[in-house]
Nanobody
């Protein structure tokens, strides 16, 4: 069974930084568009960022533009989410996603999900 394994979550003060990593269990994932979603307590899961297989095309939610950077290293089979200038409202479980279609902002476009990693931003 395909797995997406996230790491890098934790507790950070507002204004701080964290880097999330996602490692797919199969190397064929280098051909998939990949992304990150997040879900805050009591809220719906929402799109954060996406990147196409080449790494040349990236997409961001308005709420994270200029603060978060998504990248991928296909040789290392890893997708990253660098999060800077973190705010308390960024507190959520962050999920790695592998897409089956190019509508990156929408949950039904995701084929595989990771189990999530918790990011807590203290004020």
């Amino acid at each position: 069974q395909v797995q997406l394994i996230e790491s890098g979550g934790g507790l950070v003060q507002a204004g701080g930084s964290l880097r999330l990593s996602c490692v797919p269990s199969e190397r064929t994932f280098k051909a998939y568009p990949m992304g990150w979603f997040r879900q805050a307590p009591g809220m719906e899961r929402e799109f954060v960022a996406a990147i196409r297989w080449s790494g040349e095309n990236v997409y961001y939610a308005d709420s994270v533009k200029g603060r978060f950077t998504i990248s991928r290293d296909n040789t290392e089979n890893t997708v990253y989410l660098q999060m800077n200038s973190l705010k308390p409202e960024d507190t959520a479980v962050y999920y790695c996603a592998a897409y089956k279609s190019a509508s990156y902002y929408y949950i039904p476009s995701v084929e595989y999900w990771g189990k999530g990693t918790l990011v807590t931003v203290a004020s």
